[in-house]
């Protein structure tokens, strides 16, 4: 109990001394709502959809419209006494509707609609990046925050011990050398202080900036680092790849290829179109100027025939490309297997580190509480007060360090579970 009220005493410091304070929920929302790589990949989703719906339009007929005018500058006489007419002019409407081209556009929407799966899963695996590091953020600060406490309570022990030599010195009851080694030790405790400061400002500003906002803004932190909510349950890799955007989108990738493999064959079948054309204007030969309509209906037919064996060699480059997605997707399932169990093995190894230094602060504050004790009693040089007062901030340091460390790790097992 003892423990747990002078750890909660020190590292809970800042938390009050806050205007405004931000849990870690509001600060992931912020970043959420600010994050630019987010709202690419919410851009990239919705070029996704509008490519999708081109693709659409492929089963539909198509409606052109032409025209087109000359004029012969020269006279051109058709046959003696008829002149062809200078001013030719026509405007055609046309519709086309594709009937077989080897399923082609089906193929190409199928292979739309899997692009922007692919781009919803993206959109995904940046979001849990992104909230990962914005987890890193937030305890690095309050991390930071708490060792610059640490880094001033050290300072005013010091000066305090310094007081008391200082004190004693002058009335010649111990020697300048023990006022020099205080002094020394409190400008140390100076600089470290001063380096505690920079660190918590600066990542102070990376949080800042990562949520939008200016970066000199005094924000302050309301989630408290100590606090360590229940273990989570351990995961088999199964459970990580069904939820993972990175792996399903590998998935993904995999039919897409397969896809475009049958795309690739589908361009070497016969590809039969019909359509219809009506044509308004002056005919070819114009020796009256009359203009008239025209109806033309027609169809095209191209079936491919022999290309040196060009077909066979683009469906093997597609096939190959098959078996390449299908390796990576087996890399990756390995890589995410190792990294859900280097995140449990750091999550729980840290936990109990988070044990052993917390016992350990109780022993380096009792042994600073005795030693400088003895030392007003004068049973002590003053020496053991100074390595007493080092052990006691390593200890402290260590606190906080590892609270840091179960944090991280948290985040870490987290993200390879895609649990955020």
Known sequence: ???????????????????????????????????????????AVNAAIYALKSVKTGFFPKVDITGSYSYQIENVTFMPGTDLKHDNYSAEAGLVQN???????????????????????????????????ADVNYWTVVANRNLYDIADRFVNIVSELFDVVGKRFTEGAISKTDVLMVQSRLK??????????????????????????????????????????????????????????????AEQDIELARVQTRLMKASYLPNLAVGIKEKWGTTLINIDGDKRFSTIAFANLNIPVFYWGKRRQDVRVSEVQEQMKELERSKLSDQISLELN????????????????????????DNLVLNTFSYNEGKLPVIDVLSAQVTWLQAYTNVVSAYYQYKVALAEYERALSGF
Do not use: F
């Open 1 to 43: 109990m003892k423990n747990i009220l002078w750890i909660g005493l020190l590292l809970c410091l800042s938390a009050g001394s806050r205007a405004q304070s931000l849990t870690l929920q509001q600060y992931r929302q912020r970043v959420l709502d600010y994050n630019q790589e987010i709202k690419q990949s919410q851009e």
């Open 342 to 365: 280097n995140a449990w093995v750091n999550l729980t190894e840290s936990l109990k580190k988070v044990a052993i230094v917390s016992s350990s602060l109780d022993i380096a504050h």
């Open 188 to 249: 140390e405790a100076e600089v470290q202080l001063n380096t505690s400061a920079t660190n918590y400002r600066t990542s102070l500003q990376t949080l800042n900036i990562m949520m939008g906002i200016a970066a000199d803004t005094d924000t302050g932190l309301a989630d408290s680092i100590q606090h360590i909510s229940a273990l989570p349950l351990r995961q088999e890799v199964d459970v990580a790849l069904k939820k993972r955007p990175d792996y399903l989108m």
């Open 99 to 133: 009937i077989y081209a080897g399923s082609a556009v089906r193929k190409q929407y199928e292979a739309a609609r899997l692009q922007e799966a692919i781009a919803r899963l993206g959109e995904e695996y940046t979001v849990d990046n992104i909230l990962y590091a």
